[in-house]
């Protein structure tokens, strides 16, 4: 990894995680695709949640910023 996109990583994460919890739960990670990008809508939730639990790599329901970065590229 280029460690000159951290910062622009942790950018992008910090801009989901809107509790500043340090980690992003499904409502945080599904309430910023549905505001931020139109062509997705609540009919098609099925995809983001299929992508939070792909991105979501120890099943805990939250996405830790390390478990981000694969997906940020």
Same mark, same amino acid.
């Given at each position: 990894?280029?460690? *000159?996109?951290? $910062?622009? @990583? *942790?950018?992008? &994460? =910090?801009? %989901?995680?809107?509790?500043?919890?340090?980690? %992003?739960? @499904? $409502?945080? &990670?599904?309430?910023? !695709? #549905? *505001?931020? *990008? $139109? !062509? %997705?809508? =609540?009919?098609?939730?099925?995809?983001? @949640?299929? #992508? &939070? @639990?792909?991105?979501?790599?120890?099943?805990?329901?939250?996405?830790? &910023? =390390?478990? !981000?970065? $694969?997906?940020?590229?």
């Amino acid at each position: 990894m280029n460690d *000159q996109n951290l $910062p622009l @990583y *942790q950018q992008m &994460f =910090n801009s %989901i995680d809107y509790d500043k919890g340090g980690m %992003i739960s @499904y $409502p945080e &990670f599904k309430g910023y !695709f #549905l *505001q931020r *990008q $139109p !062509f %997705i809508s =609540n009919k098609r939730e099925d995809v983001l @949640y299929m #992508l &939070f @639990y792909l991105m979501n790599k120890n099943g805990d329901s939250k996405i830790t &910023f =390390n478990e !981000f970065i $694969p997906f940020a590229r």
